[in-house]
Each structure stands twice: as structure tokens, then as C-alpha cells.
């Protein structure tokens, strides 16, 4: 079946360093690709997404590319700060339908100053 | 807009006892979703509703979890009796049309079974 594979963490960075989360996805047909964020104490919260093969999802600076040739979706960002702190999760739903997100098992960033 | 609401935020309880989560989804969001992340596992989709109606459920563990949305607002999940397995976040989710790719999440309940 559909599954999402995602870099374990914890990931520390210190501030201003680049960032990688490296998601790889196994799926039939033309899945979405999500990355989701909790924030300390909250709920998720759609960060970015791409729905069609070398779609580039961007937000707050993260940006990720859909690539279908290696089934990938990883998570950048060019210079984190101590507010990017939080899990991050890789999704995908199959054909565009998002009844059944398939999860990754979450990646925990902590930024330090 | 007021978010997607759950309650309680946490509980804990002892094996065998019955815990109702509750979630209160964005007005006039027809889809809610349950979903649950057991510690160190990813999170798994229990079900879904449109309205009051179960859409699917094939997500949902076994027969002592059941789901309800009595008039298409508000759902319950109720465990009972409650085994240590259960404990973990359960997520609660709405959007306006299933075939939206967007779903609007909540804080989460935390589940603890001692």
C-alpha cells in the first residue's frame, strides 16, 4: 500500500544553517505531497503542498519540489530560525483525495540561537 | 473563523475505563476526520464522516473506539473500555468538500491509559 518514508530526527540546527527533511513516498497513480507542522502546542498546520509532478510547494521560505522520478518531496529551507522549532510530517493522499492522508512518522527540528 | 475545537485537550485514565473526545469542526465544514499518532508510530487515519454519516471507517482499531456526529456538527469518540494501547494524540480534522486537499486540523486530544 501507500506509505511515506521521512528522515528520523531529532534535527538540531543553529540558527541561520540550512535544512534538509528528506521524504521519499511509495504510492500507485499521481498522489498530493503535503508537509504539515506542529508548533509547540498546537495543531497541525498545513505548511505546503504540490499536487502534480515538479509542482513546487513554498511557504514561510520552506519550499519543496515534487519529483516523481525518485518519489521525493524533501523539505528545505535555506536559513532556519529559533521559531521554525516544531515536528514536521510528510503526507500524501492518493488522487487528489484527501480522505486518507498517509502519514510519515514526523520529523522534530529544534533551532538554537 | 473560529478553528477546528477538541476537547479535552488531555486525559488520563485507567485501563477499562470509557473516555469521550470530542471535536468541534469549522462551521459549515461537512468533512471531519479522526485521526491518531501512537507515540513513536505515524499517525493513521481512523475515519471519516460527511454530515452525520460514517463515510469510511476502516481506520478505526476495533469495536470498543465509537464514532459519532449526531446532526452533522460536532463529533464524539468514545473509548470503552480504554486499553494502554490506546493512549496517544488524537487528531481531529474538518474540510468543506471531500475533494478539497486541504484539511483544517485541531490542537489534539491527548490520550494517556495507565
Known amino acids: 500500500g501507500d506509505s511515506v518514508t521521512q528522515m528520523e530526527g531529532p534535527v538540531t540546527l543553529s540558527e541561520e544553517a540550512f535544512l534538509t527533511i528528506n521524504c521519499t513516498y511509495t504510492?500507485?497513480?499521481?498522489?498530493?505531497l503535503f508537509w504539515y507542522v506542529q508548533y509547540p502546542g498546537e495543531g497541525l498546520q498545513l505548511l505546503l503542498k504540490?499536487?502534480?509532478a515538479d509542482d513546487k510547494g513554498s511557504n514561510k521560505g520552506f519550499e519543496a519540489t515534487y519529483r516523481k522520478e525518485t518519489t521525493s518531496f524533501h523539505l528545505e529551507k535555506g536559513s532556519v530560525q529559533v521559531s521554525d522549532s516544531a515536528v514536521y510530517f510528510c503526507a500524501l493522499s492518493s488522487a487528489g483525495n484527501n480522505r486518507k492522508l498517509i502519514w510519515g512518522l514526523g520529523t522534530s527540528l529544534a533551532v538554537n540561537p | 473563523e473560529a478553528g477546528v475545537t477538541q476537547f479535552p485537550s488531555h486525559s488520563v485514565i485507567e485501563k477499562g475505563q470509557t473516555v469521550t473526545l470530542r471535536c468541534d469542526p469549522i462551521s459549515g465544514h461537512d468533512n471531519l476526520y479522526w485521526y491518531r499518532r501512537v507515540m513513536g508510530k505515524e499517525i493513521k487515519f481512523l475515519l471519516h464522516?460527511?454530515?452525520?454519516?460514517?463515510?469510511?471507517e476502516s481506520g478505526m482499531p476495533n469495536n470498543r473506539f465509537l464514532a459519532e456526529r449526531t446532526g452533522g456538527t460536532y463529533s464524539t469518540l468514545k473509548v470503552q473500555p480504554a486499553e494502554l494501547e490506546d493512549s496517544g494524540v488524537y487528531f481531529c480534522a474538518s474540510s468543506q468538500n471531500s475533494g478539497a486537499n486541504v484539511l483544517t486540523f485541531g490542537a489534539g486530544s491527548r490520550l494517556t491509559v495507565l
Open positions: 464522516f460527511v454530515k452525520e454519516s460514517k463515510q469510511d
Open positions: 504510492a500507485t497513480g499521481y498522489p498530493s
Open positions: 504540490a499536487t502534480k
